[in-house]
């Protein structure tokens, strides 16, 4: 079974609009991490975003903020004001304890396109 | 340089070559590691090191040999790769502990094996 699941493989939005990109994940770890890079046409992996799942308040970093929803275990990232530079891949991504280091499992990834 | 660098960004190689990538991280980690990520597919842990110590090999084939010499190298030794290993390999480091939020990810080499 995956562990990270992003149902939307592609997402068109027009600028300056608020998107949601979805992300569902399944872990019986009760301490884990979530987190959601974007990865222009450059191909490096960019931070945007971090929940932990001991955290009180939904995460926002600037224009991304995360909807954190424990009982349902989805951890959706929304994005306001959409711009151009916005147009990339996005992965949802888990980290659970695990001794040999913070390794991450990631989803299949959502397109973003951003419409002028 | 800042950050996680990898060389070289594009490698075409055929299938009885030996070639290396290299990466390299100026952020003070301990742990690095190499991800591939192939068309249509999520990224896949390929290895892990932590100190210098391969702490995780995640079912790779033996035409992958990781090499970590010190915790600021990495590379990723290829040998009669396959068509299919053709893929986009990310490097990424994090803090080994403390609160080690998030991997840095360097830009990758794109790699196609003819």
């Known amino acids: 079974a995956q562990k990270i699941t992003q149902t939307q493989p592609g997402m068109f939005v027009q600028e300056k609009e608020a998107v949601t990109l979805d992300c569902t994940y399944d872990t019986s770890d009760p301490s884990y991490g979530l987190f959601w890079y974007k990865q222009p046409s450059s191909g490096e992996m960019i931070f945007l975003i971090y929940q932990g799942s001991y955290d009180q308040q939904n995460a926002t970093e600037g224009r991304y903020s995360l909807n954190f929803q424990k009982a349902r275990k989805s951890a959706n990232l929304v994005i306001s004001a959409s711009q151009l530079g916005d147009s990339a891949m996005y992965f949802c991504a888990m980290r659970e304890p695990n001794n040999a280091g913070n390794m991450l499992t990631f989803g299949g990834g959502t397109r973003l396109m951003v419409k002028p | 340089e800042t950050g996680v660098t990898q060389t070289p960004r594009h490698l075409v190689m055929g299938m009885t070559n030996k070639k290396s990538l290299k990466c390299e991280q100026h952020l003070g980690h301990n742990a690095m590691y190499w991800y591939k990520q192939s068309a249509k597919k999520p990224l896949e842990l390929m290895f892990v090191?932590?100190?210098?110590?391969?702490?995780e090999n995640n079912s790779v084939p033996s035409r992958f040999s990781p090499e970590c010499p010190n915790s600021s190298h990495l590379f990723l030794h290829l040998h009669t790769l396959q068509p299919e290993d053709s893929a986009l390999y990310l490097c990424?480091?994090?803090?080994?502990?403390?609160?080690?939020?998030?991997?840095?990810f360097g830009p990758g080499t794109r790699l196609t094996v003819l």
């Open positions: 090191y932590n100190f210098k110590e391969q702490t």
């Open positions: 990424a480091s994090s803090p080994r502990d403390g609160r080690a939020h998030e991997q840095f």
